[in-house]
C-alpha cells in the first residue's frame, strides 16, 4: 500500500501535470555530446547533484531506483527542512533519457511529485529538466504562500547549474 501523500502518481513521467497544483518546468542546457549525457545521467541518478547542490540525502541505494524512500534536507541548523519521499520511476538511457521522479511522503512540507531528468537531444545538446507539481501541506509552506514556488525556481536554477559544473569538470 502506498502512502504517498497525491494521487496522481507518475505524472511527471507520463504528463499531462494535474489541475490543482502548482507546477514548474525548469530545463538548463548542460552540454553536449553522449560523454556529458553519460556524465549528468550518473550526477543525477546517483544522488551527486543534490548533494553538490548543498542538499542532504538519504537514500537506501547508491542510485535512484523506484520504490526507494529517500529523504533530502536542505538549510542550517534548526532552519533545515526535511522533505521524504519515493523513487517511482526511473529511466536511465531510454530513448535518450536518464533521471527520476519522486513523490511527496508523509511529513514532506508539498503534496506532489517532482522529476530530475537528463535528455540527449537530436543536435547532441545535453538538456537538464526539472518538472514538477505541488501544493502547501505543511502550515510554514502554507504561511509561505506565493514564496514556495519562488524557492522551488530557485533551487531548479542551482540544481541546473550545478550539474552544468559537475559535467564541465569531468
Same mark, same amino acid.
Given at each position: 500500500m502506498s502512502t504517498l501523500?497525491?494521487?496522481?502518481?507518475?505524472?511527471?513521467?507520463?504528463? @499531462?501535470? @494535474?489541475?490543482?497544483?502548482?507546477? +514548474?518546468?525548469?530545463?538548463?542546457?548542460?552540454?553536449?555530446?553522449? %560523454?556529458?549525457?553519460?556524465?549528468?545521467?550518473?550526477?543525477?541518478?546517483?544522488?551527486?547533484?543534490?548533494r553538490a547542490s548543498g542538499?542532504?540525502?538519504?537514500?537506501?541505494?547508491?542510485?535512484?531506483?523506484?520504490?526507494?524512500?529517500?529523504?533530502?534536507?536542505?538549510?542550517?541548523?534548526? +532552519?533545515?527542512?526535511?522533505? @521524504?519521499?519515493?523513487?517511482?520511476?526511473?529511466?536511465?538511457?531510454?530513448?535518450?533519457?536518464?533521471?527520476?521522479?519522486?513523490?511527496?511522503?508523509?511529513?514532506? @512540507?508539498?503534496?506532489?511529485?517532482?522529476?530530475?531528468?537528463?535528455?540527449?537531444?537530436?543536435?547532441?545538446?545535453?538538456?537538464?529538466?526539472?518538472? %514538477?507539481f505541488s501544493r502547501p501541506?505543511?502550515?510554514?509552506?502554507? &504561511?509561505?504562500?506565493?514564496?514556495?514556488? &519562488?524557492?522551488?525556481?530557485?533551487?531548479?536554477?542551482?540544481?541546473?547549474?550545478?550539474?552544468?559544473?559537475?559535467?564541465?569538470?569531468?
Amino acid at each position: 500500500m502506498s502512502t504517498l501523500t497525491y494521487p496522481e502518481v507518475g505524472a511527471t513521467r507520463l504528463g @499531462p501535470l @494535474p489541475r490543482g497544483y502548482h507546477h +514548474l518546468h525548469h530545463r538548463t542546457r548542460i552540454g553536449r555530446g553522449a %560523454a556529458d549525457f553519460a556524465t549528468a545521467g550518473a550526477a543525477v541518478t546517483e544522488w551527486r547533484m543534490h548533494r553538490a547542490s548543498g542538499a542532504r540525502v538519504e537514500a537506501p541505494g547508491r542510485r535512484a531506483e523506484p520504490g526507494g524512500s529517500v529523504r533530502v534536507s536542505l538549510g542550517i541548523g534548526p +532552519l533545515r527542512f526535511t522533505a @521524504p519521499c519515493e523513487v517511482i520511476w526511473t529511466a536511465y538511457g531510454e530513448d535518450g533519457r536518464t533521471g527520476f521522479g519522486y513523490g511527496t511522503l508523509a511529513g514532506h @512540507p508539498e503534496r506532489g511529485e517532482e522529476c530530475f531528468v537528463v535528455d540527449l537531444a537530436h543536435d547532441g545538446t545535453v538538456w537538464f529538466t526539472v518538472l %514538477a507539481f505541488s501544493r502547501p501541506a505543511s502550515w510554514y509552506a502554507r &504561511l509561505g504562500g506565493p514564496l514556495v514556488p &519562488l524557492v522551488q525556481h530557485w533551487y531548479a536554477r542551482r540544481l541546473g547549474r550545478t550539474l552544468r559544473r559537475i559535467v564541465a569538470t569531468s
